[in-house]
Nanobody, 113 residues
């Protein structure tokens, strides 16, 4: 399984971004897909999950602001991020769990005025 993350950038506080994670390879082995993030000087932390049955979970710090979704036809999982805060600044990684654990390359999100 290969994962390609995209969509990061610079946005002002209160703004929005949509990240995408395109999966290729043995995608039928994937049980769930996750978004993680790692802020400057911080450990990587889990953000959101969507399972093969479309069960969805969020970390408390993004509930009500971020939305995870998928497009089956494009084999892509999205993370819609609204009401962004400076503390959301991080490198965002997508992750897939199937026969093994797979990581995308990360995309930088910077929230600053």
């Amino acid at each position: 399984v290969q994962l390609q993350a995209s969509g990061g950038g610079l946005v002002q506080p209160g703004g929005s971004l949509r990240l995408a994670c395109a999966a290729s390879g043995n995608i039928f082995s994937i049980n769930n897909m996750n978004w993680y993030r790692q802020g400057p000087g911080k450990q990587r932390e889990w953000v959101a999950r969507i399972t093969r049955f479309d069960n969805i979970d969020y970390a408390d710090f993004v509930k009500g602001r971020f939305t995870i979704s998928r497009d089956y036809a494009k084999n892509t999982v999205y993370l819609q991020m609204d009401s962004l805060k400076p503390e959301d600044t991080a490198v965002y990684y997508c992750n897939a769990i199937g026969y093994s654990t797979y990581w995308g390359q990360g995309t930088q999100v910077t929230v600053s005025s």
